[in-house]
C-alpha cells in the first residue's frame, strides 16, 4: 500500500539522527529533503500534487531529451504517414527503471533548499496538510522545479522520494524566513492540459510495461491497448484504431460546428435560460459539453470509493472484456463481482469495463432534468388521465440512470445508441475521450443513403481513409465535473485512458423526435451493427408524450417535424422495430388514448397520415434533403384548440 494511503504511520529513516551520522553535509541536505518529502507525501492531497508534477516533468525531459537526439542526429521533422494518425512511442524503459535511474543531464552539487530546513530539529512532525501550523516544515518552493542531483551510490535513492525535474538555477541564499507552501491545488489544475501524461503513472501497474503511448491533439499523452499473450500483443488491432483516433481534432469552442460548448458557472443561477439553450442545440443536432457541472474531489476509485456510491463489493456485475471480445466481438461477456474487477484494474494484462451498472439514484442534475419529457411530461403529468396499468415495462425508468465503470485502455467501437434516445454522460473520476462524427455531406443525405453508409463508421481504421474524407470527426475530452449531452443517433465512439467512473442515462425531449425517429429508423435497418443495447420500453414512453398533448405547458416549444415524428412512430409503431427483436408483445392502457391524439393533431395539420409523412420527408429548406432540420414551430392556440375536447374533465 504506498505510504501516503497511511496517514497514521510514519516515514521509515534511514538515518535516524543525522547530527551523529558521518554523512558528508551534502548527503544530509538530501536526506534532509526526503524526509520532507515523505513528510509531505503522507498528506494525500499533497501526493496527488507531487504525483502529477512528476509525471510532468518526466514527460518534459523525455521530450528535451528527443529533441537533443534528435538535433545531435541531425534528422527532419518527419511527421506521420498520411491518414495514419500521430506517431505512436514506443515506450523506453519500465517505471521502475525510471525510479532508480536519476536524469542523464545531473544536477550542480548545490541543491536550492530553504535554509531554515538545515536548522530544523532531527525528528519529522506528525502527518497533517501540507501548511498545518507550526509543524510543518517549510521549504523553499523552487525546491519543487529543480532537479534533485542522481543519488550517490552509498546512499541510494528511494523510488517514493524522487522528484524529476528541470535542472536547477544556481543556488541563491535566501533570507531566512518562512515560505508557506502553496495550498493542494484543484483536480482541474492538476489535469491541465499542459502536462497531462497520463501514461507514465499507469505503465506496468495497470498495464502492460510494454503498453505503446500516443500523443492527442489536446496535449495529452496515454496508453494505447495492450495485452500481451506469447510476446504478442492481442489488441494490436484496438492499439491501431485508437491511434487513428487520436489524430482527430480537438473540439473546442471557437471552431466546432457541431458541438456547443459551455460552462456551468455562467449559468449557475440561470436553470431555464439553460436548458432553452441546450433545447436549441440538440434540436439542430448538436451535442452540448457543459464543463465543470460540478466539482468532484480528487478520488481513487477502489471499493470504498464504489462502496460510498451505494455498490456493494459483492455485487454481480457483467463485464466487458476486452481479451475475450478478440475471440468473440459479439459476446465479450463475463459474470463476476465488483470486487473481482476492482482487483484486476491492477492486472497489467486485463482490459475491462462495466456498461448499464445499477444507479437509480442519479439521473440528471436537477437543473436539467426538465428536459426530459418522457419522465416529466410523458410519465410525471399522465397519470390522472391515465392511470398506470399493471404491464409497464421497467426499462422505461431504468434506462433514465446508470454509472460507466471502466480500467485504462479501453476502447469503445463507433456506434449510435439504440431507441432513438438522448444520452448524458457525467465523469466523476478518470477521464473520457468522446468523439462524435457528422457526415460532411449530412444536409444533402436522405434517410435511406444515411442508413447504408452508417455501417463505415463501424470499422474505424480499415475504413479510415473513407471516412476521413466523409465524416467529420472531433474529440471532446471530458474531465471530472464535465458532462456531455449527445443527441438522437449520434454516431460515436470512447476511449478511456484511465481508470473511470462516470454516471449518465437516455432520455427523450419533445424537440428531437424527429432526430429520435431517423436513430430508430437507422436500428430497424441496421439495429445488428450499429446499436449497443436493444431496450423495448421506447413505444410506452412515446404513448405518454402523445397522451400530454393537450395538456402541455406553453413554455415548451414544439416544431412541425417532431411532432410528425412522435406521431407516426405511435400509429405506425412496428415500422421502427430494431433489427434482430421482437415486435412488442403487448398492448398497455395507453394505447387508445395516444392513437386518438395523435390522428387528431395529423388530421389538423396533415389531413392524414400519408400526407403527413410526405411532408416530414420532403426539402425542408432551400435545396436541402436535411433529415435533421426540425421544421416550423407549431401553433399552440391551434394545437389546443384541436384537443380541446380531450382535456375534458
Known amino acids: 500500500m504506498p505510504q501516503h494511503d497511511q496517514p497514521d504511520k510514519k516515514p521509515?529513516?534511514?538515518?535516524?539522527?543525522?547530527?551523529?551520522?558521518?554523512?558528508t553535509e551534502q548527503e544530509k541536505q538530501r536526506e534532509r529533503q526526503r524526509r520532507w518529502l515523505a513528510n509531505e507525501k503522507r498528506d494525500p492531497a499533497r501526493a496527488q500534487e507531487i504525483k502529477e508534477r512528476n509525471a510532468a516533468n518526466k514527460r518534459a525531459w523525455r521530450k528535451r531529451k528527443k529533441e537533443e537526439k534528435e538535433k545531435a542526429d541531425q534528422t527532419g521533422n518527419a511527421g506521420p504517414a498520411e491518414g495514419q494518425g500521430p506517431a505512436k512511442k514506443q515506450r523506453v524503459s519500465s517505471p521502475e527503471t525510471h525510479a532508480e535511474a536519476g536524469p542523464s543531464n545531473s544536477a550542480p552539487d548545490d541543491i536550492p533548499i530553504n535554509p531554515i530546513l538545515l536548522n530544523q530539529e532531527e525528528t519529522l512532525p506528525q502527518a497533517g496538510p501540507s501548511n498545518s501550523g507550526p509543524d510543518h516544515i517549510p521549504i523553499d518552493?523552487?525546491?519543487?522545479?529543480?532537479?534533485?542531483?542522481?543519488?550517490?551510490?552509498?546512499?541510494?535513492?528511494?523510488?517514493?522520494?524522487?522528484?524529476m525535474t528541470d535542472a536547477p538555477e544556481p543556488f541563491v541564499n535566501l533570507p531566512v524566513e518562512i515560505i508557506p507552501v502553496p495550498s493542494s491545488p484543484t483536480f482541474s489544475t492538476l489535469t491541465?492540459?499542459?502536462s497531462r501524461d497520463r501514461a507514465t503513472p499507469i505503465i506496468g501497474t495497470q498495464v502492460h510495461e510494454k503498453s505503446d503511448t500516443i500523443d492527442w491533439s489536446d496535449g495529452s499523452t496515454t496508453v494505447l491497448p495492450c495485452i500481451m499473450?506469447?510476446?504478442?500483443?492481442?489488441?494490436?488491432?484496438?492499439a491501431d484504431t485508437v491511434a487513428f483516433f487520436a489524430s482527430l481534432p480537438e473540439s473546442l469552442p471557437e471552431t466546432s460546428k457541431n458541438v456547443v460548448h459551455l460552462h456551468y458557472k455562467d449559468w449557475r443561477t440561470k436553470s431555464r435560460q439553460l436548458c432553452d439553450e441546450i433545447s436549441a442545440a440538440i434540436r439542430v443536432n448538436k451535442a452540448v459539453v457543459i464543463r465543470n457541472i460540478s466539482t468532484p474531489e480528487?478520488?481513487?476509485?477502489?471499493?470504498?470509493?464504489?462502496?460510498?456510491r451505494g455498490m456493494s463489493d459483492l455485487m454481480h456485475v457483467v463485464i466487458h472484456d476486452a481479451e475475450q471480445r478478440t475471440k468473440d466481438f459479439t459476446f465479450p461477456h463475463q459474470h463476476a463481482t465488483l470486487e473481482e474487477f476492482v482487483n484486476n484494474i491492477h492486472d497489467p494484462n486485463k482490459i475491462q469495463c462495466i456498461l448499464d451498472v445499477g444507479y437509480?439514484?442519479?439521473?440528471?442534475?436537477?437543473?436539467?432534468?426538465?428536459?426530459?419529457s418522457g419522465i416529466v411530461n410523458g410519465w410525471n403529468q399522465t397519470t390522472v388521465d391515465c392511470p398506470v396499468g399493471e404491464k409497464v415495462h421497467p426499462d422505461n425508468f431504468t434506462v433514465h440512470s446508470w454509472a460507466l465503470i471502466h480500467s485504462p485502455a479501453f476502447w469503445t467501437h463507433p456506434h449510435h445508441d439504440s431507441d432513438g434516445s438522448l444520452t448524458f454522460v457525467q465523469v466523476e473520476t478518470g477521464e473520457k475521450k468522446w468523439g462524435l462524427w457528422r457526415h460532411v455531406h449530412e444536409d444533402m443525405l436522405t434517410r435511406t443513403h444515411l442508413s447504408e453508409i452508417a455501417p463505415e463508421l463501424t470499422d474505424l481504421y480499415q475504413n479510415r481513409k473513407k471516412i476521413q474524407e466523409t465524416w467529420h470527426g472531433e474529440i471532446v475530452t471530458l474531465l471530472p465535473g464535465d458532462m456531455l449531452i449527445q443527441p438522437p443517433g449520434q454516431f460515436h465512439a470512447v476511449y478511456t485512458p484511465v481508470t473511470s467512473f462516470a454516471t449518465g442515462g437516455h432520455f427523450y425531449n419533445y424537440e428531437t423526435m424527429h432526430l429520435t425517429e431517423l436513430s430508430r429508423y437507422i436500428d430497424h435497418k441496421q439495429g445488428r451493427t450499429l446499436t449497443n443495447q436493444v431496450h423495448e420500453h421506447s413505444l410506452e414512453t412515446f404513448q405518454r408524450m402523445v397522451i400530454n398533448l393537450p395538456r402541455i405547458s406553453r413554455r415548451i416549444k414544439l416544431y412541425s417535424r417532431p411532432l410528425i415524428a412522435l406521431c407516426i412512430m405511435v400509429l405506425d409503431c412496428n415500422k421502427y422495430v430494431a433489427a434482430g427483436t421482437e415486435k412488442p408483445k403487448f398492448k398497455t392502457n395507453t394505447t387508445k388514448p395516444a392513437h386518438d391524439i395523435a390522428n387528431a393533431i395529423i388530421k389538423n395539420f396533415w389531413k392524414d397520415l400519408k400526407n403527413a409523412t410526405s411532408v416530414y420527408r420532403k426539402k425542408q429548406i432551400h435545396g436541402s434533403n436535411s433529415q435533421t432540420h426540425p421544421g416550423e414551430p407549431i401553433s399552440r392556440d391551434e394545437l389546443l384548440n384541436c384537443l380541446k375536447r380531450f382535456t375534458a374533465l
Open 12 to 23: 521509515r529513516l534511514q538515518h535516524a539522527d543525522l547530527s551523529e551520522s558521518n554523512l
Open 141 to 163: 518552493p523552487l525546491l519543487l522545479n529543480q532537479e534533485i542531483a542522481a543519488p550517490t551510490p552509498t546512499l541510494p535513492l528511494m523510488r517514493d522520494a524522487e522528484v
Open 192 to 194: 491541465n492540459l499542459d
Open 229 to 238: 499473450r506469447d510476446g504478442v500483443n492481442i489488441c494490436q488491432e484496438d
Open 298 to 308: 480528487p478520488a481513487t476509485l477502489d471499493l470504498d470509493y464504489l462502496e460510498d
Open 360 to 372: 437509480g439514484q442519479g439521473g440528471l442534475p436537477s437543473a436539467l432534468s426538465t428536459l426530459d
